[in-house]
């Protein structure tokens, strides 16, 4: 786990016309996490008490693309994930609509191969990555090509590998470098490649009706060290656009 530093700026669009939209004591949303799970709940105050997590959690917004980040961002360390659970996502199909035929594609945090087994099954050449090595055992199982790497090291172990397609659904908003993750990504898709994601909307139903999950003006997960930005379509036209 890191703690990056404060920014200043935008990390959608670099803009530098940024507003407070939120502050709140980390050990209020470990308290929360608490009731949804007790080993996330501990695990927030762990890092908290050895320094590894700011005392309060700042969440900015950026006055021209409307993205919202923490600042600092801290994001989890594989331990936070070991029993995250994948399932079916109507996002799939769409995607698996979208792509070219025979592509050769890539999914990042592909958990146990939900998405790319299906891709297969259509006829194209998947590979996954995820740092959640008990998901990737499982992918395996299913015959599906997946490593338990980054993309730094996907680019070093397999240089010459470049993809027609990649996709990350539910991802985005958990990485706390998007700099250098688009700038990675880059490097192994070539022109006329494709991007395919997902993430949380900005008005969803859960917002409003689990309160029980609920810590300042949204639900527990939706802040560090979780999710670390929170999306809108402008913004995430912004990122792209930079790379």
């Known amino acids: 786990m890191k703690t990056n530093s404060h920014l200043f700026c935008c990390p959608a669009c670099k803009s530098n016309r940024l507003k407070s939209s939120?502050?709140?004591?980390?050990?209020?949303?470990?308290?929360v996490w608490s009731v949804t799970s007790l080993e996330s709940g501990e695990q927030l105050k762990k890092y908290l008490d050895s320094g590894k997590a700011p005392s309060t959690v700042d969440m900015a917004k950026c006055c021209d693309c409307g993205l919202e980040f923490a600042t600092p961002m801290f994001a989890a360390g594989e331990e936070w994930y070991t029993d995250e659970i994948y399932t079916m996502r109507w996002e799939f199909t769409k995607t698996l609509e979208d792509l070219k035929p025979g592509s050769e594609i890539l999914e990042i945090g592909c958990g146990e191969g939900v998405f790319?087994?299906?891709g297969v099954r259509e006829g194209h050449s998947a590979l996954g990555v995820d740092f959640n090595l008990g998901a990737i055992q499982l992918a395996k199982a299913k015959g599906l090509e997946v490593y338990c790497w980054n993309l730094k090291e996907l680019s070093e172990r397999?240089?010459?590998?470049?993809?027609?397609?990649?996709?990350?659904?539910?991802?985005?908003?958990h990485?706390?470098?998007?700099?250098?993750f688009f700038q990675e990504l880059s490097q192994i898709m070539p022109t006329g490649s494709s991007i395919h994601f997902?993430?949380?909307?900005?008005?969803?139903?859960?917002?409003?009706?689990?309160t029980d999950?609920?810590?300042?003006?949204?639900?527990?997960?939706?802040?560090?060290?979780?999710?670390?930005t929170r999306w809108n379509p402008v913004a995430a036209d912004k990122i792209l656009s930079r790379f």
């Not at 397999?158 to 908003?173: G, Q, T, W, Y």
Request: hydrophobic share 35%; aromatic share 12%.
């Open 22 to 31: 939120e502050s709140i004591p980390t050990l209020e949303i470990a308290k």
């Open 116 to 118: 790319l087994d299906l």
């Open 158 to 173: 397999l240089p010459s590998r470049k993809f027609d397609a990649v996709m990350f659904f539910h991802v985005i908003e």
């Open 175 to 180: 990485i706390d470098d998007l700099e250098t």
């Open 198 to 210: 997902s993430c949380p909307g900005p008005n969803r139903w859960t917002t409003r009706f689990e």
């Open 213 to 228: 999950r609920k810590v300042g003006l949204r639900e527990v997960w939706d802040y560090p060290p979780y999710h670390q």
